[in-house]
């Protein structure tokens, strides 16, 4: 029994030994050699720098103010009758928008004329006095005192008309104002006051509000040392700038107003609280689309920089200072990180101030497979919804239109059996 235990414990190691030497095989061999062996270069996309033409544009906050704001108040003290335009209609100017009673003021007007005409009456007996006593002076009739007293009481008269008569003409002003009127053309809001609202009484009651929409205005801020550095860049030939900047709006939804606008002036101080300075642009609004009190951003093209370095933005990375660095291979193709200085965006790429130079090379893409030391195998990259090259389809397996190895039929040609068979399997 027990020999024929040891036999068996003696095939089974045997077997063992079988398997372990048959893993040693040649064939098993090369496998660990290429397990343990370095591994490929890993794909990155890369972007060889090229200088060109960049608009330099500033996305700035900005608030809505409309170009003419008037709040319609009673001038004179009555109370509202009537209310003659609907809440939030563009309204012209003279409109009529309320009626304040016109009865007391009808009264005033009407005692306003009656002593008017007391007080010409008045004059002309006056001057009738004035004129006999002339004469009579001239041939000693009368004394002179006489005759001066008829002429001085001729000039109290003509003046107590004058007064009587400025009286009835503000009288008449009074009984106009019953009638209150829009002062501007624009949008009116809501109604301040209702029907049998006592207004004007010891002050110009506020009645409504009127704002001008279209053009409307577009104020907003932008830091002085900004503005400052856009100018030395002008000066220096950096920046480039044809004519007035192009203004447009961001909405909320992230949209951008179809209509442009110009930007009108920059203000004449800097907040000293902020440091900024406040610009103002006006838009077009035909369709009262843009309201006053509307925040959004305000997009402003500074100029042109003629020689601009532009680096994606994915392809430049952060430190917590807030530093920049990106990639940079070298002709071994192993990259190499370098810091940079960015300045302002354009689209979805920074302009690059220092750091780099025309014809190198940035890693855009495949930031994760680098390793330190390491070549790289770089790949042409392309943006987001741009067509790639070629060359970059096939080393990736995407179909080539019109490429016979790759099986893709040309535009507008049908694609037969054979190439539909190709490019599916």
Known sequence: MTT????????GLSIVCALVLGGCS?????????????????????????????????????????TRSAEVRARVAGVVLQRSFREGSDVKAGQLLFSIDPAPLRADLAA?????????????LARVEADRYE?????????RQEYDKAVAALRLAEAEAAAQRAARDRARLNLDYASVSAPIAGRIGRPLVTEGALVGQGEATPMARIHQLDP??????QPVTELERLRSAVERGELRRDGGPRVTLVLDDGSEYPLPGKLLFAGAEVDPATGQVTLRAQFPNPERRLLPGMYLRVR???????????????????????GGSV???????????????????????WIIREGLKAGETVVVE???????????????????????????????????????????????APATEGSATRTGS
């Open 327 to 349: 990639w940079v291979l070298g002709a071994d193709k192993i990259p190499v990180p370098r810091a940079v200085r960015t300045g302002p965006a354009v689209g979805d790429d």
């Open 135 to 143: 004469p009579l002076v001239r041939a000693n009739a009368v004394s």
């Open 26 to 66: 040649p064939g098993g061999a090369d496998q660990g050699a290429a397990a343990g062996g370095a591994a490929p270069p890993a794909p990155v996309g890369v972007l060889t720098l090229e200088p060109g033409p960049a608009t330099v544009v500033s996305e700035l906050p900005g608030r809505l103010e409309p």
């Open 4 to 11: 024929s235990f040891a036999s068996r414990h003696a095939a």
């Open 112 to 124: 306003a004329t009656a002593a008017l005409q007391r007080a010409e009456a008045s004059m002309a």
């Open 366 to 412: 495949g930031f994760q497979k680098l390793r330190p030391g390491a070549p790289v195998q770089p790949t042409p990259w392309t943006r987001p919804g741009a067509e790639k090259p070629a060359a970059e389809k096939r080393a990736t397996g995407d179909p080539v239109i019109g490429d016979p190895a790759t099986g893709a039929p040309a535009t507008g």
């Open 216 to 221: 409307i205005y577009a104020d907003f801020t």
């Open 300 to 322: 402003v093209e500074q100029g042109v920089e003629p020689q601009a370095l532009r680096v994606p933005q994915q392809a430049v990375q952060r430190s917590t200072d807030g």
